[in-house]
C-alpha cells in the first residue's frame, strides 16, 4: 500500500500519515520525489483499509502496489533514486555516471596506495578494497581488517576518494559502517536475510551485488529486506551469474540493467571483473555495460596482479583502466552520461 | 598435511603430536578412525617440515593432501563418518537410512504434534521444522522463533525424535545449538562463512544443505570451513539446484551423491522436497536418492498443506509419508541400508 | 480437437469419422485403447466445428485438447504407450523394464560380437550401437556406416536383440529403418525438425533423446513432430541436461520421468551413460532410474573401454552390467516392474 | 598441421603443395592472407610427416595447430576474415558494422516490402527474413518457403539488400543456396553436422548462431565443419544462451565475443532480438554488443509486431530500428567501426 501525497502537502501533515500509519501498527516508509512524497507502508498481513488513510489531510491518493517488492519498486517512487556522498560531487545513479575502482584485497599500504593515486588520477571517484574476503577456501587469505579499513580511511583523506568495502557478518558491518562510505553486501551474501536487516538499519549506502544464481524478483527482494529497515539508498550490483558456459569465470548478464530500470527505481552498476574473470574481458564488457545504460562500473585494478593475492587474473592494469575511462567517457556520452571531471581534471592538472 | 599415528599408539603420544603441531604455529585436527588415528593439519601457508613429525613416536607417516579441501577429503579420513546421537541409536551416515521428516515452519503446538506423531509413527528418527525462515520477501512469514524451538523440544520428550532446524545469524545459531540436536545451514547460507566458522566452533552435528549453484568444490569447502575449526560432525545435503529446467522448483542433482561419496567421508542426505517443489514427485524422488546411496531423506510432511505458510505444495501428506518409508525399507534393502526399527516396531504395535 | 468414440464403435464407423475429418481439410489420428479408440485430429488452425462431428455413428465426445502437443498428450490416449516388437516379448513401457545396452560406435565386428554376446548374457533385450556418429569434431571417427548396420543386423539373428541406433540425416535415417528395429534421434538433432518429421512418416519405434537444454514443454512438443505425420511409437530418454555443475558431464535430471508420466502416455527411458559421463555413476544412477519410475535403462557397455573409439570413461563394463542387472532387478520389484526373463533365462542356462 | 608459405611463393609452388598433400590422402585447405597464404591440412589421423613438406619450394614453415578446431583458429589464419558481397560495399567483418535487419518470417510480400523498404531507408545492408522456420510446434506456421524466398530475391533487386535466411535441411538449404546470399543455419541446428557439412560443400557465406547451450569450443567446431568441407566463409552469431534467468528469453552472452575474437579469425555478430526475446531491451543490448565489439547486429523488425506470425513481442518498430542505427553509428566511432553510408545516403537523400 503507498499514501500518496498532494504536491502541496506540508511536512507536518506527512508526520500526521506516518504517525496514523504506525497506530495502525503499520510502518511507514516517506519516499520524498521531485514533486510530492510518497509513503510506502509496510507490516500489513493483508488488505489496509484505505477508508482511514484517503481522508486525512495533504493526502492525494491511496493506492495498492502490484509487485510482491514495494519500496524498490517504481509504482512507489518514480524518479530515480541518487545517491549522493556530501561533500563531494560524487554520485551512484542519475547523470553521472559512478567508477568503483580498486584492488580486490587491501594486500599492504604501499599497495593500496599505488593503485589509489593511479584511479584517482585517470577518474574513478570510489575506491574499492576488500578488508574481509569471503573466500572459498577456509585457508585463503582472509582479508587484513581493520588494518585495511584503516588504510582505506587515508586513502579517502590523501585523494578524494569515497570507499567501498564488503561486510560479511555483524562485526565487519560495524567496522564498514564506521570506516566506509558505501558497504558492500557480496554475491554470496545475497540472500543472507539477517545480514540484509542488519545493514538496513544503518544509514550508510549499501551496495548489493546479485547472487550467483539470482532472478531478478530475488535480487529485488534483497534489496527490499534492507529498504524495509529504513535505509533507502541501495545500489544493485550485476556481477555475473553461473551457467554451463567455460569461456568465462561467470556469464554477464547485461540484460538485467534495462530490467532493473523498468521496474525500480534504485541504481545499478556492473562488475565485468568477476562478471568475467578474464583481464582480456574486462574492457569490452565495460564498454557493454555503459551502453546498455547501467549507472557505472565496479571494477578490479592492481598493480602487480601477478602477485595480487586473490582475483589476480582479472584485475586490470592501472594503464588498461585508463584507457577504460576514456573509452567510458566516449560511450557515456551516446547514452546521455557523463564522467564527473572534478577528480580527473585536477589529476590531469598535475 | 596429515600425521598418520600407528595402530598401537597410545593416546600420550597422539597427544604429543597434536601439542608438537601446535607449537609449529599450526592447528591439529585428530580424527580417530576404526584402526587408528590421523591428525589433519591446517595453519600452514606453504609446506611443513615433516622431518620433525616423522620422527615423533607414534607416528607411522606423514603425508600430503593433494586436495583443496582436508579435513572433509577421503584423504584424510577413509572410514566413512557416521554421526551418532547418544541415547538413542538413530545415526546419520553407515548402515542406517536416516530419515528427517517435519513441516517446513512450526506453525502452531498443535499442527507441530500432529505432524511429528505421524511421522514417529512411520518410523522417522528425526524431526525438522523451522523456527527462524530465510524467506525471499521481507513480508513474509518469518518463523515463530523461540517459540518454535520449545515446541520442538516437547516433540523430542514425547516422542523421541532428534531435532533438526536452520540457523540464519548468530542469534539463531545460539538458540539451535541450545534447542536442537542437529543445527541446519540452509543453501542460502551455504557460503556465509561467517556462520560456517561459528558452527564450526559448536559441538552439535551441522547439516549443510548445497547452495543453489554451488559446485561439488565449493561444496565440500563449505564443509572444510566448519571442520576448519575443530567441529568434524558435518552432514551435507542436496536439495536440487538452479538450471533452466521448468518442470520442478529446483533440478534434483543425485549424482552428486556417489561423486561426494568418492571424495569426502561424510555422509550426504536428499531432500527431494526442495529438490522438486512438486508433492507428485517427491516420493519418486526419494526412492531415487537410497537408490543412488544417499545416507537418508529429508522431506516435508504437513497434515494440512493447502494450509501451510511455506512450501505447502512440495509437502506431502502424512500418508504418503507412510507409503514412502514402506517403498524406501525395500529399496534400501538392495543398496545394503535398513530402516532401524526402533521407534517404527513400537509405533507398529499401537 | 479429439474425438473419443464409443466403445461399441465398430471398426467401420471409426473409418468413417476420419473420412470425415479428412473431408474438412484436416489429419485424422486413430489411437486405439483398451477400451476404446480415439482420433486425434491435427491440421487445424482455430477451433473445429464439433457440431458434424457429435453427431457421426459411434462417436461418444468431441472434446478440446489444452496441451500445445495433442498426439504426446494423456489427455488424448489414458493408457501408457507399449511398444512391442513382433516376434519376441521384448517391449518399452508396460511392466517390463526395457533394457539397451551396446557400445557407443561400432568398432569392429569382434568387439560387437563380443559386448553383444556378453549384455544378451546379462538379460538386455535391445542392442544399441553407433554406426552414424554425431560429432563434436569433424576430425573425429564418425562412425563405420553401412558396415556397422550390417554387423548389428547379425547381432540380431545370432542373440535374438532388437537393435537400436542413430540416424543423423535423410540418408542415415533410411538406412536406419532397413536394418534396425528403433530408430534413434539424437540429443542434438532434438529440435531437427525436418529430421523429425521424415522419422514421422517411417513405421519403426522412434527413440527420442532429450536435447541439451530442453524444456519439458520442448521434448513432447519433438515427440509430437514425430507423431503428428503418423508415427506413434515414440519412446522418450533422459540422457543429462547442462546446467554449471562439473562434478559430471551432464546433469541427470531424473525428475523429468514422472513429469513425463503425468503429461503423456509415451514410455521414457533414461541413459545414466551421457547423464554422467563417468564410469563410476552409472551404476547408482541406473538404480535411481528404475526407482524413479522409468520404463528402462539405455547404458553403453564395452569390453575394452580404455580402447574404445568413443564414449570410452563413460562405458561400463561387461561383468558392471551383469551387476547392474541384478539391481535393478531388485529394485524393479519395488515399483512393479519386471525385467522379462526369457534371453536371460536361456544364457543362464548355458 | 600447417604449412606457411613464403610471402614470395608463387601461385604453382602453392599449388604443388596442395598437390603434395593430396598425395598423402590428406586434404588441403589454402588460406590466403594478406602478406602470404597458408594451407591448413585436415584429414590426418595423427601426425603427418612434416619433413616431406618443409622441403618443397616456397615452404617457409610447418606447423602444429593445437587448438581442435584448425581452420576456424587464429593459430592458422592470424588476420580477420572479412566477407565480401561483389557488386555491394557491404562486408562482414572488418572495419564496417554489418546490419541484418528483417521480420522472423516472410508473411506476405506486401509486410516483406514495407520492412525492407524501412531497414533500407535507415541504413541496413542485409535483409533477413524467414521463409522455411523451425518452430517448436509442428502446428504453427511454419514459412511460406519458397515464395518467401522470391519475395526476397526481388527485395534484393528493388533495395540492394543482400538476403539473408535460414536453411533447415537438403531441400531447403538448396533453395537458400540459389536464391540467398547468405545462409544462415539456426541454433536449433548447430550440431545438425549432416547440414554443416553440406553447407560447407557450397560457396555461399555461412552465419552460425550459437547452440542454445553450446560452449565456445562447441560453436568454433561446429564453424569447424563447415569449413572442413572447403566453405571458409563463416559468420558466427550469439544469440543468448539458456540460463535459470527469467526476465529475459534467453541470456545474451557478449562475453563470448572476445572470447571468440581472441581464438578465431571469423567475424562475429549479435543478435539481441532472440538474445533478450523482448522489444524493450532489444536497443540497450544491440549499443552493448557494437560495445563489446561484435562485426554487427542481426535483428527483428516488424512494421506491425502485433500481428506478426512469429517473434512479434521481440520485433522493434521501424522507428526505433532508425533510433537504433543512430546510436551505433555513434559507439561504432568509439570502437572505430562505422557503418557503410551507401546505402544510407542514398536513402536519407530521397
Redesign the interface.
Known sequence: MLVVMKATALPEEIQAVCEHIEQLGLRPHPLPGAERTAIGI??NKGEVDRGNLESLSGVADVIRVTR???LASREVKEEDTVVTFPGTDATIGGRNLAIVAGPCSIESRQQAFAIAEQVAASGAQFYRGGAFK??????AFQGLGLEALHIMAEIREAFGLRIVTEA???E?LELANEYADVIQIGA??M?????L?RAGKLRKPVLLKR???A????FL?AA??VM?EGNYQVILCERG????????RN?????????VQ?LSHLPILVDPSH??GKR??VL??A???????ADGIMVEVHNQPDKALSDGPQSIYPDQFATMMD?LE??G???HRSLPRGIRATSEAR
Chains 1, 2, 3, 4 share one sequence.
Open positions: 509496510t507490516g510482491a517488492y514495494k569471503p573466500r572459498t577456501s577456509p585457508y560479511l557478518d555483524n565487519s554470496r551474501n540472500q543472507n536475510f539477517s545480514l536487516k547472487g550467483l544464481s532472478t531478478l524478483d530475488e527482494m527490499e529486506y524495509s551469474v553461473r551457467t554451463f558456459a567455460d569461456h568465462t556469464t554477464l548478464d547485461l540484460s538485467i540493467v534495462p530490467a523498468s562478471g568475467t582480456d574481458k569490452p564488457l564498454r557493454a555495460a555503459v551502453a546498455v545504460g573509452e566516449q560511450i556520452a551516446v547514452v
